[in-house]
Every structure is written in structure tokens, then in C-alpha cells.
């Protein structure tokens, strides 16, 4: 199997030789276990010794919920403990019943021999069962769906985008590449699959099994049709205001019910909640957040059951804020409306001063009044809008470029 360079490997890298533990976040199928993989080749081309563990296998599982001494007596028994010091994967690490006392034994009294990498599919999962125990033990990576840039590499385009790209043949073959990356999303299998109906038959197994079935277990979801109903509902408000008791009533369920929901949503990496910005000015008195998916291809079929044939407005934003996702923390950028309607689609703080993010499929629908109001008000750098068509008008106020570009 060919494996495809993940950028998070960069972050990575710096930590392979302290003693903490590298914990690796991400939803299912978005490629955790093929990046151990990647991880454990770079490791063992630089002569290090490595193993792997798949928690999903039951025996397997079952040693390490005897505890610490059962997996050093099974690794000791295989002779993997014998000749210096083992980088041990471990894949899944929530199906352990109790992985800090695990984690923090082999921490702090076996660093010297082992050093752990594990993965895991469910942050709710893994913050419930982790303890504070494991605090300063740990360094941990979120992993999510293919930024951009790797979905290129994985389409086989050596088309670099470190500098704005001026070739017009170029520029329409980046533009066909990132209406296919916003279409069917970042889910890696997406990015290989030939045809359309074969991403649609996998997006849908990942719906399914995954976001349904797994997030039922987890929450224990009794009203299974009122939680597809509300997931559908997300999906068709992306880029929207959350409105709590809207929700509710859509879905027949109460707020707390859908408050809990939400929570777990967020936590399997499904959907963001993003946070208004404010800094006390009397008018922005909003702070409910906006909603987002973290994949484009998983809303999309969850809202209309198939695949749109061309970029829709609130999913091109949806896109442009998963890229942002990507390089930096939830709490790291955010929205910004005041109460009559003056709205801003991304605050990005950048140094001193602040970076205003607008997203339209065309840029004649720029809102520069929204952008002036703003810019009277805060130390703002340019404004930046990504558009799919109109770009180059760039004034003192505002840039327009291509949504594939670089935001900072």
C-alpha cells in the first residue's frame, strides 16, 4: 500500500525522542493508522526498533487490560524488549478500560525502554478515560480530514502553492482539483477513489458505521431517528448560527438532549462549533456560535443525499474554514455579526493586529461595509476574500485571491 505524506508529521517529529507520550486524535478513517505507519518507517529507518499493536484485535486487547506487567511480560516473551530500547504503537487506545494507570506506569518507571505512540478515534472517549494522572506525560496531535495541499499530493499533482500561481492552464487545473476537494470532501479513500459513485458508496459506510452507529454506542442514543434528524439538520445549516431550541423542536428532542448531542458531535469529530469575536463593543452582544463539519463530502450527503454538481456558497465557507482548522486551535480564529446584521465570515488574530476572512463564490458580493465598520474599529491588516470567480481586485481595504491560497 502506497502511503502519502500527512503535514502533521512535521509537528511530530520534534518529540520522537523525549519520553512523553505521543497521543494521535482523529476521527475514523481519516488515516491514523496510516500515519503510525509512516511514523514507524522513519523510525526504523533511523535503526530504531518498533512494534505495533491493533487494540481492535480482542487477545490483544485483552493483555493490556491485565495491566502494565502482562504487556511487558508479552513483549518480553516475544523478544522485543531484549536489544535496547521499543517505540510500541498502540492503535485504538480506547478500547483499554483503564489506559492512564497503563500509560503512566510505563511513563515514568520504563521510558528507558519503551517509548509510546497510540491513536485514538474518540477525544470523548479518551478524555473520559484518561485522568489527570497523565498530565505533562502526554503530548498530543489532532489529526483531521486532507488539508488541500495533501490532497494534491494524494491526486499525484506536483503543483506547489507556496507562491500564487499565474499560469492559466495551472490555474484551471487547481480550480478543477479543489471543486473535486470541496465536493466530495478530505476523507484520504475519498481523494483515491476513481468515481464518483464509489465516494459516495464510502462516504456513506463512514456515515453509517462510524458517525451512527458509533456515536450511538457511545452516547447510548436511544430516539436513533430523532439523532439522524439533527445531524441532517447540522449538515443543512453549516456556516449558520446555531439556534438551540430551532434544533429541538426540528428534531423532537429537548435542549439539553441537543446541547448533549452536540457535545458528543464535536468530540468524534464530526462537527466545530466556532465562537463569535468580541472585544466589549456594546453591539456584538452575539454569542451563539456558528456550525461547521469538518468534512464537506460527509455534509453534503448527510443534507442533499448525493453530491452537488457545482460549489454551494455556505460549503465553499465551510471548506475555507476547515483549512483554517487544520492550522490552528478552534479557539485560535473566529466570526464576528452584530446585532443589525453586519457580518464578517473569519477573524483571524495575526500578531497586534487582526486578519478579516471573507468567503464568496463571487467577489461582487463582498460586504465592504461590514469590512469598513470593522476596520474604523480594530488595528486590521488587509482584508482577505477568497473567491472562486473575481479575483485580483485588490484595494487598500481588501484582497480578493483564490480559496486554495495560503490565508497567513
Avoid at 487490560?65 to 522485543?80: C, T, V
Avoid at 445549516?237 to 435542549?255: D, F, P, V, Y
Avoid at 468530540?267 to 456594546?282: A, C, D, E, K, W
Wanted: hydrophobic share 40%.
Amino acid at each position: 500500500m502506497k502511503l502519502y505524506h500527512r503535514e502533521i508529521l512535521e509537528d511530530i517529529r520534534p518529540h520522537y525522542y523525549n519520553p512523553d507520550v505521543l497521543v494521535i486524535h482523529g476521527a475514523r478513517q481519516v488515516g491514523k493508522t496510516c500515519l503510525m505507519t509512516l511514523i514507524r518507517k522513519e523510525l526504523q529507518a533511523s535503526g530504531v526498533r518498533t512494534h505495533y499493536i491493533d487494540l481492535e484485535d480482542m487477545r490483544l486487547l485483552a493483555v493490556l487490560n491485565e495491566g502494565p506487567q502482562a504487556l511487558l511480560g508479552y513483549l518480553e516473551e516475544s523478544g522485543l524488549l531484549q536489544d535496547g530500547k521499543l517505540y510500541l504503537f498502540l492503535d485504538e487506545i480506547q478500547y483499554v478500560t483503564a489506559p492512564s494507570p497503563l500509560l503512566k506506569l510505563l511513563r515514568d518507571h520504563h521510558a528507558d525502554r519503551l517509548k509510546l505512540i497510540v491513536s485514538g478515534s474518540s477525544s470523548f472517549e479518551i478524555k473520559s478515560k484518561f485522568t489527570d494522572s497523565l498530565a505533562g506525560r502526554t503530548v498530543n496531535f489532532e489529526l483531521l480530514p486532507l488539508s488541500f495541499r495533501e490532497f494534491l499530493r494524494f491526486k499525484g499533482s506536483n503543483i506547489l502553492l507556496d507562491k500564487p500561481v499565474k499560469s492559466l492552464p495551472l490555474v484551471r487545473e487547481i480550480e478543477t482539483l479543489f471543486n473535486e476537494f470541496v465536493l466530495y470532501g478530505g476523507y484520504p479513500r475519498v481523494a483515491l477513489e476513481k468515481t464518483i459513485k464509489a465516494r459516495e458508496v464510502y462516504l456513506s459506510q463512514v456515515i453509517n458505521t462510524y458517525i451512527r452507529k458509533d456515536i450511538r454506542d457511545l452516547a447510548n442514543i436511544r430516539h436513533i431517528q430523532k439523532f439522524n434528524r439533527l445531524l441532517e439538520t447540522l449538515a443543512a445549516q453549516c456556516g449558520q448560527l446555531l439556534n438551540i431550541t430551532e434544533l429541538a423542536n426540528t428534531a423532537g428532542i429537548s435542549r439539553s438532549t441537543v446541547e448533549n448531542y452536540l457535545f458528543i458531535l464535536e468530540q468524534t469529530y464530526v462537527i466545530q462549533l466556532l465562537r463569535p469575536f468580541s472585544r466589549n463593543i456594546r453591539a456584538e452582544l452575539f454569542k451563539t456560535p456558528k456550525v461547521f463539519f469538518h468534512d464537506t463530502g460527509i455534509a453534503h450527503l448527510l443534507w442533499l443525499k448525493a453530491f452537488p454538481k457545482t460549489i454551494l456558497g455556505s460549503m465553499l465557507e465551510n471548506a475555507v474554514f476547515a483549512e483554517l482548522r487544520k492550522n490552528r486551535e478552534v479557539d485560535e480564529f473566529f466570526f464576528w455579526r452584530t446585532q443589525d446584521g453586519k457580518e464578517i465570515d473569519f477573524i483571524v488574530p495575526k500578531g497586534d493586529s487582526i486578519l478579516p476572512v471573507e468567503v464568496k463564490t463571487s467577489a461582487s458580493k463582498i460586504r465592504r461595509g461590514a469590512l469598513r465598520y470593522f476596520s474604523g474599529r480594530y488595528t486590521v491588516s488587509k482584508a482577505v476574500c477568497f473567491a472562486l470567480h473575481g479575483t485580483g481586485q485588490t484595494d487598500d481595504l481588501l484582497e480578493v485571491r483564490y480559496p486554495w491560497e495560503r490565508i497567513l
